[in-house]
């Protein structure tokens, strides 16, 4: 349960958080939009204060139906973000959110230590060999089709073995290639709808068949605010509630835009495993 992030090893069997912060215009929770350097640098500064292990920069929304964006304007939303942190804050492992195998050569030459592939190299056939060769971890989400045509692919005949079919090919993929450092990400809010997202959930222990860490992803995202009634400015309560769920489900890394909430779970929940 270790990776390898710029030569230190994480270790995982202890749950981590990973902050978000989206460079973008639309990201679907207003405060995780970012566009500025001085305000990537405070919220980076105030996530690692508050105990993040990793942050992850993401110039690309992808919520369902997310309109697309152009890989330059991606490069040019990521790059500066990921070398203005290491130039102010040279220890953060930070993990690149794209599922473009430039953006993420462009971003591992600048410093990124994690790739984080929402469509497991589906989008890009290039993805996994740019990951093997210059050997960073890679996070594999499940996910069908493309932001843009996701909502209506939620069909499925198991939806666990389903998904875990899914990842069983895309490890063997990714090792026949050399990547030695993968994370599986059940991708909530992906594929999925509301039902299949507490279905997931409530199952999700059944992931460590895979033998590797699990990314849950559930800041936030419409699962509880639609069943909540509220919206994703509401939704810290309910995030903190499920993330609980999630640790409680065997997640070693829990994605989140509120740091400090979630690093007080993961403390509560060691505790309370020990």
Not at 76 to 97: G, M, Q, W, Y
Not at 127 to 142: D, G, R
Request: hydrophobic share 40%.
């Amino acid at each position: 349960m270790t990776i390898n992030c710029k030569g230190e090893l994480i270790d995982l069997s202890t749950p981590k958080v990973m902050g978000i912060i989206n460079t973008t215009p639309n990201s679907f929770y207003a405060e995780s939009r970012k566009t500025s350097e001085t305000d990537i640098l405070k919220q980076v500064e105030q996530m690692l204060m508050d105990g993040a292990k990793f942050i992850d920069i993401g110039g690309y929304s992808t919520p369902p139906g997310a309109p697309k964006v152009e890989e330059t304007e991606e490069l040019k939303r990521v790059l500066p973000a990921v070398e203005n942190i290491l130039k102010h804050f040279p220890e953060t492992l930070i993990s690149v959110d794209t599922f473009r195998a430039k953006v993420a050569e462009k971003s591992i030459e600048a410093g990124a230590a994690i790739i984080n592939d929402i469509s497991a190299g589906n989008l890009d056939p290039e993805m996994m060999k740019t990951v093997a060769e210059y050997q960073v971890p890679y996070i594999m989400m499940h996910m069908r089709g493309t932001p843009q045509t996701m909502k209506d692919l939620n069909q499925y005949d198991d939806l666990l073995q389903d998904i875990l079919f899914y990842f069983s090919e895309k490890i063997s993929e990714a090792r026949a290639l050399g990547i030695n450092d993968l994370i599986v990400d059940p991708g909530f809010g992906f594929a999925k709808n509301i039902q299949q997202n507490f279905e997931l959930l409530s199952k999700m222990e059944l992931f460590k068949t895979l033998e590797l860490p699990i990314l849950a992803g559930l800041s936030r995202k419409s699962l509880i605010y639609k069943t909540l009634n509220t919206s994703p400015q509401e939704a810290l309560n309910g995030t903190t509630f499920l993330n609980s769920i999630a640790l409680s489900k065997r997640a070693s890394i829990l994605r989140v835009h509120d740091v400090k909430e979630a690093v007080e779970c993961t403390k509560l929940y060691t505790e309370l495993s020990k």
